[in-house]
C-alpha cells in the first residue's frame, strides 16, 4: 500500500486532482452550491440508498422555453486503473472486502449520498477484470443478451469489448481497463475526498490507476442569456473557437443535452428493465445494474461555429427543424421522434441526416412498452441515459502512459462521453446509427451524418464497462469463487 501511495501521491496524478487547473476555477465561477439537510435526506430517500450505483436522485430541473432540462452535477470524474494483485480466490475476496469497507465507510459519513449536493459514485468493471475469474462462474452468471442471441444464433454476451465505428480515426485506443470509478458532484472537495479513500486508503494497493478524467457541466443557466460556466471555462482556457460558444450553453458544441423528454427515465436503462432485453429478470446476480459506455472525444469548435445557426441546428437535430434564431433546447421528446423511414426521407431530400434524428431508429422505443417494474413508457421514449460532460483535458488530465494516450498539457474543448444503456449491443447498434449505418433495415452511407455532424468530433479512447447493482459493486462474483 504504501508503494502505491507514493506512486500516486509523488506522481503527476497528484498534481492533475490536487491542483486541478483549470478545474479548479469552476468553484470560483460558479459560487457556493447548497448542500441537503439530514432532514432533506431522509424525505427524499427515506433514509436508503439506491439499489443502483448509476443513477442519481435530487436532480434539480429548469425550463427552457417551456421544455424541462434536467440539471446535473457541477464537477465530474472517472479514474480507470488496472488491478494489482493476482487473481487467485483468498486475493480477489480480499480485495472486495477492502474496497467494500472502504464505500460502506463514505456512505456512512453520508459523503456518499447519490445526489449532487453529495456524491455519487459508480463502480464499474471492464472484461478484462472478468476475464480474471473462472469461465465455470461468468458463464452462468454473466449478464446474456438475449436479443442480439435470438438475432445472430449464438449466446452474445450484455458486456463486449468495445469497437472502432465506421467515423471514429484510424488511431483509436480501444483501452482494457479492469475498473472505472465514475464520480459526480457539486462540491469538487467531496469528489477529491472520494478519490483519496479510493485510492489512498485501505484499497489502494489494489489499483494502478491509469487515467484521471475530469470536467463539468453548467444547465442552470440553459436558456437564461446569462453567461455559463461552459462558454467562461473555455474562454479562460484560451481554446479556439470559445467566444463563439452561445452565453448560457450547457456543453461546448451549443445545444442542451440534457432536457428531460430525451433521456431515458427511471430505471429504464438497467439490464433488467425491458422485457426479452437480457436474463436478468427476475432474479439475475446484475439486476439493477447497467452497461456503460466510456470514450474521450475532441470538438473542433471553429469548425463547429464557422457555419450559422440554422445550419448547426438542423445538423444537430435533423434536416427540417426550424427553431427560432439561438435557441438552445429544441424538443426531442416522443413527439419529436423520427422513424427509420423518416430519416430515410430525410436523406432522400436533403442528403444528410441530423445527429439526434440518426439515432432515434434504435434510441428510441418503437411502440409502447410496460417494463418488469410496471413502468409504462410510450412509443418514443428514449432508451440511453447520458452522463457526459465538458472537459478541457487532452485527453486527460492525468495518464500512466503519456505517450500511449497522446497527453499533451495544452487545454482542449472536448467531452468525456458516459452513457448507460441496458447492453454493450444496443449502444454499438446506435452508435452505429449515428454513422447512418442500419444493418439490413438500410444503410445511408458513412457520409449521411459524418459530413455535417461527426467531422467535428475526434474520438481518442473507447471502452465498455459493466456497473453492477450497489449491493455487488465491489469485486462482482468473487464472493462465490470457491
Same mark, same amino acid.
Given at each position: 500500500?504504501?508503494?502505491?501511495?507514493?506512486?500516486?501521491?509523488?506522481?503527476?496524478?497528484?498534481?492533475? %486532482?490536487?491542483?486541478?487547473? =483549470?478545474?479548479?476555477?469552476?468553484?470560483?465561477?460558479?459560487?457556493?452550491?447548497?448542500? $441537503?439537510?439530514?432532514?432533506?435526506?431522509?424525505?427524499?430517500?427515506?433514509?436508503?440508498?439506491?439499489?443502483?450505483? *448509476?443513477?442519481?436522485?435530487?436532480?434539480?430541473?429548469?425550463?427552457?422555453?417551456?421544455?424541462?432540462?434536467?440539471?446535473?452535477?457541477?464537477?465530474?470524474?472517472?479514474?480507470?486503473?488496472?488491478?494489482?494483485?493476482?487473481?487467485?480466490?483468498?486475493?480477489?475476496?480480499?480485495?472486495?472486502?477492502?474496497?467494500?469497507?472502504?464505500?460502506?465507510?463514505?456512505? /456512512?459519513?453520508?459523503?456518499?449520498?447519490?445526489?449532487?449536493? @453529495?456524491?455519487?459514485?459508480?463502480?464499474?468493471?471492464?472484461?478484462?477484470?472478468?476475464?480474471?475469474?473462472?469461465?465455470?462462474?461468468?458463464?452462468?452468471?454473466?449478464?446474456?443478451?438475449?436479443?442480439?442471441?435470438?438475432?445472430?444464433?449464438?449466446?452474445?454476451?450484455?458486456?463486449?469489448?468495445?469497437?472502432? %465505428?465506421?467515423?471514429?480515426?484510424?488511431?483509436?485506443?480501444?483501452?482494457? +481497463?479492469?475498473?472505472? %470509478?465514475?464520480?459526480?458532484?457539486?462540491?469538487?472537495?467531496?469528489?477529491?475526498?472520494?478519490?483519496?479513500?479510493?485510492?489512498?486508503?485501505?484499497?489502494?494497493?489494489?489499483?494502478?490507476?491509469?487515467?484521471?478524467?475530469?470536467?463539468?457541466?453548467?444547465?442552470?443557466?440553459?436558456?437564461?442569456?446569462?453567461?455559463?460556466?461552459?462558454?467562461?471555462?473555455?474562454?479562460?482556457?484560451?481554446?479556439?473557437?470559445?467566444?463563439?460558444? =452561445?452565453?448560457?450553453?450547457?456543453?461546448?458544441?451549443?445545444?442542451?443535452?440534457?432536457?428531460?423528454?430525451?433521456?431515458?427515465?427511471?430505471?429504464? /436503462?438497467?439490464?433488467?428493465?425491458?422485457?426479452?432485453?437480457?436474463?436478468?429478470?427476475?432474479?439475475?446476480?446484475?439486476?439493477?445494474?447497467?452497461?456503460?459506455?466510456?470514450?474521450?472525444?475532441?470538438?473542433?469548435?471553429?469548425?463547429?461555429?464557422?457555419?450559422?445557426?440554422?445550419?448547426?441546428?438542423?445538423?444537430?437535430?435533423?434536416?427540417?427543424?426550424?427553431?427560432?434564431?439561438?435557441?438552445?433546447?429544441?424538443?426531442?421528446?416522443?413527439?419529436?421522434?423520427?422513424?427509420?423511414?423518416?430519416?430515410?426521407?430525410?436523406?432522400?431530400?436533403?442528403?444528410?441526416?441530423?445527429?439526434?434524428?440518426?439515432?432515434?431508429?434504435?434510441?428510441?422505443?418503437?411502440?409502447?412498452?410496460?417494463?418488469?417494474?410496471?413502468?409504462?413508457?410510450?412509443?418514443?421514449?428514449?432508451?440511453?441515459?447520458? /452522463?457526459?460532460?465538458?472537459?478541457?483535458?487532452?485527453?486527460?488530465?492525468?495518464?500512466? $502512459?503519456?505517450?500511449?494516450?497522446?497527453?499533451?498539457?495544452? =487545454?482542449?474543448?472536448?467531452? *468525456?462521453?458516459?452513457?448507460?444503456?441496458?447492453?454493450?449491443?444496443?449502444?454499438?447498434?446506435?452508435?452505429?446509427?449515428?454513422?447512418?449505418?442500419?444493418?439490413?433495415?438500410?444503410?445511408? @452511407?458513412?457520409?449521411?451524418?459524418?459530413?455535417? %455532424?461527426?467531422?467535428?468530433?475526434?474520438?481518442? !479512447?473507447?471502452? +465498455?464497462?459493466?456497473?453492477?447493482?450497489?449491493? !455487488?459493486?465491489?469485486?462482482?462474483?468473487?464472493?462465490?469463487? $470457491?
Amino acid at each position: 500500500m504504501a508503494v502505491t501511495r507514493r506512486r500516486f501521491l509523488g506522481g503527476a496524478a497528484a498534481a492533475a %486532482f490536487a491542483a486541478g487547473w =483549470p478545474y479548479r476555477l469552476v468553484d470560483r465561477i460558479a459560487g457556493p452550491t447548497p448542500r $441537503d439537510t439530514g432532514a432533506e435526506l431522509l424525505a427524499d430517500h427515506s433514509g436508503a440508498l439506491p439499489l443502483e450505483q *448509476h443513477l442519481v436522485n435530487g436532480l434539480r430541473t429548469v425550463v427552457d422555453g417551456g421544455t424541462p432540462v434536467t440539471v446535473p452535477p457541477l464537477h465530474h470524474a472517472v479514474v480507470t486503473a488496472v488491478l494489482d494483485l493476482p487473481a487467485t480466490t483468498v486475493a480477489l475476496q480480499q480485495a472486495q472486502q477492502a474496497l467494500e469497507s472502504v464505500l460502506v465507510g463514505l456512505e /456512512a459519513a453520508r459523503l456518499l449520498t447519490f445526489r449532487p449536493t @453529495g456524491l455519487s459514485l459508480a463502480v464499474a468493471w471492464g472484461l478484462p477484470y472478468f476475464r480474471r475469474l473462472p469461465s465455470t462462474l461468468t458463464g452462468g452468471l454473466l449478464p446474456v443478451d438475449l436479443d442480439a442471441s435470438g438475432s445472430t444464433g449464438t449466446t452474445t454476451p450484455a458486456l463486449l469489448d468495445a469497437i472502432a %465505428f465506421a467515423s471514429d480515426p484510424t488511431d483509436l485506443l480501444l483501452e482494457q +481497463n479492469d475498473v472505472a %470509478f465514475v464520480l459526480a458532484s457539486d462540491h469538487l472537495a467531496d469528489i477529491a475526498s472520494a478519490v483519496d479513500a479510493v485510492v489512498n486508503g485501505p484499497a489502494g494497493a489494489l489499483f494502478q490507476v491509469t487515467s484521471i478524467r475530469r470536467g463539468f457541466v453548467d444547465a442552470r443557466h440553459v436558456g437564461t442569456g446569462v453567461e455559463s460556466l461552459t462558454k467562461r471555462m473555455a474562454m479562460a482556457a484560451g481554446v479556439p473557437g470559445a467566444k463563439s460558444i =452561445p452565453e448560457s450553453a450547457q456543453l461546448f458544441l451549443g445545444f442542451t443535452s440534457t432536457q428531460q423528454a430525451a433521456l431515458g427515465p427511471s430505471t429504464i /436503462a438497467n439490464l433488467e428493465s425491458l422485457p426479452g432485453m437480457t436474463d436478468q429478470w427476475p432474479d439475475g446476480y446484475f439486476r439493477h445494474g447497467t452497461a456503460m459506455h466510456l470514450s474521450h472525444i475532441f470538438e473542433d469548435l471553429e469548425s463547429w461555429y464557422g457555419v450559422g445557426y440554422r445550419q448547426r441546428a438542423t445538423f444537430s437535430i435533423n434536416p427540417s427543424v426550424r427553431p427560432h434564431r439561438g435557441t438552445q433546447t429544441i424538443p426531442q421528446g416522443p413527439g419529436q421522434t423520427e422513424s427509420l423511414a423518416q430519416v430515410q426521407a430525410d436523406y432522400g431530400t436533403y442528403r444528410f441526416v441530423g445527429h439526434s434524428a440518426s439515432m432515434q431508429p434504435v434510441s428510441r422505443l418503437p411502440g409502447p412498452v410496460t417494463d418488469n417494474y410496471g413502468n409504462l413508457y410510450p412509443a418514443g421514449t428514449a432508451i440511453p441515459q447520458r /452522463a457526459d460532460f465538458n472537459t478541457l483535458d487532452n485527453p486527460f488530465s492525468y495518464s500512466a $502512459d503519456p505517450l500511449g494516450d497522446r497527453m499533451s498539457p495544452l =487545454p482542449a474543448a472536448g467531452v *468525456h462521453f458516459l452513457a448507460f444503456t441496458p447492453t454493450s449491443g444496443s449502444f454499438h447498434q446506435l452508435r452505429h446509427a449515428m454513422d447512418g449505418q442500419y444493418g439490413p433495415d438500410g444503410d445511408l @452511407g458513412f457520409e449521411a451524418v459524418h459530413g455535417p %455532424f461527426n467531422n467535428i468530433l475526434r474520438t481518442t !479512447h473507447r471502452q +465498455n464497462y459493466l456497473v453492477p447493482p450497489r449491493v !455487488h459493486r465491489s469485486f462482482p462474483l468473487a464472493e462465490l469463487l $470457491d
